[in-house]
């Protein structure tokens, strides 16, 4: 099973930028996609971004696409989320999600997904 924790998430201003870190932790090395969702308050739960297990192959919700970049480090067993030019409608929590395959992450076939705790991210104006 794999364990993800979430770090980075704060208070910044619009136009700021912000990183965030998930640590994941599993008995083996199995290979596996991870990525990023987010859920601001009164809305529901969406897709932000994604990479394979190489960290080679990325995939952007259109919101975040040119603003965001998601990275991976598999020695480090992580994936990183940069943020730039935060908007207010970026403000939400933030969750670090794994699965075996992109493609389930970005259709929303999160059956099997696991998830991090989630960290804040906030963009004041």
């Known amino acids: 099973q794999v364990h993800l924790v979430e770090s980075g998430g704060g208070l910044v201003q619009s136009g700021g930028s912000l990183t965030l870190s998930c640590a994941a932790s599993?008995?083996?090395?199995?290979?596996?996609?991870m990525g990023w969702f987010r859920q601001a308050p009164e809305k529901e739960r969406e897709f932000v971004a994604a990479?394979?297990?190489?960290?080679?192959?990325?995939y952007y919700a259109d919101s975040v696409k040119g603003r965001f970049t998601i990275s991976r480090n598999n020695t480090k067993n992580a994936v990183s989320l940069q943020m730039n030019s935060l908007k207010p409608e970026d403000t939400a929590i933030y969750y670090c999600?794994?699965?075996?395959?992109?493609?389930?992450?970005?259709?929303?076939?999160?059956?099997?997904?696991?998830w991090g705790q989630g960290t804040q991210v906030t963009v004041s104006s």
């Open positions: 990479t394979d297990w190489t960290g080679s192959n990325t």
């Open positions: 999600t794994a699965d075996s395959t992109p493609l389930l992450l970005l259709n929303g076939w999160l059956s099997n997904t696991k």
């Open positions: 599993a008995p083996t090395s199995t290979p596996y996609a």
